[in-house]
């Protein structure tokens, strides 16, 4: 039984229609912008029209978060798709809690001027 991958693979070569002109280059020039998940939906759809070994989809994956995300996840040296997408999301999740925390404690901290 084909995967799905094959399966759309196949449906595109029988009908011809591509979302994407040249979806190695959109995958080079993507960039994450938003949060993970956004940027993992929109490379997980460009990635199934190519045929990369995972650890290529790994170092293009990496290739394009954003720096503060990035760098954590690299220290770790995943070498599974599963692997950096989790280390990313738990990333994204630990910046999205300090960030909130800090702005917490600026607001109880704020004494009024005398």
Same mark, same amino acid.
């Given at each position: 039984?084909? @995967?799905?991958?094959?399966?759309?693979?196949?449906?595109?070569? #029988?009908?011809?229609?591509?979302?994407?002109?040249?979806?190695?280059?959109?995958?080079?020039?993507?960039? #994450?912008?938003?949060?993970? #998940?956004?940027?993992?939906?929109?490379?997980?759809? $460009?990635?199934?029209?190519?045929?990369?070994?995972?650890?290529?989809?790994?170092? @293009?994956?990496?290739?394009?978060?954003?720096?503060? %995300?990035?760098?954590?996840? !690299?220290?770790?040296?995943?070498?599974?798709?599963?692997?950096? %997408?989790?280390?990313?999301? $738990?990333?994204? #999740?630990?910046? !999205? $809690?300090?960030?909130?925390? !800090?702005?917490? $404690?600026?607001?109880?901290?704020?004494?009024?001027?005398?």
């Amino acid at each position: 039984m084909p @995967c799905w991958e094959e399966y759309a693979r196949a449906l595109n070569d #029988q009908f011809g229609t591509f979302l994407y002109e040249d979806p190695m280059s959109e995958l080079m020039n993507l960039k #994450q912008t938003r949060t993970i #998940q956004e940027y993992m939906d929109i490379f997980d759809e $460009l990635l199934n029209f190519l045929k990369l070994t995972e650890a290529y989809a790994v170092s @293009c994956f990496l290739g394009e978060l954003r720096e503060k %995300i990035v760098l954590q996840v !690299r220290m770790f040296k995943p070498k599974t798709m599963q692997e950096v %997408i989790s280390l990313a999301r $738990l990333q994204e #999740q630990a910046l !999205r $809690l300090s960030s909130s925390s !800090r702005n917490s $404690l600026n607001i109880n901290n704020h004494k009024p001027f005398p």
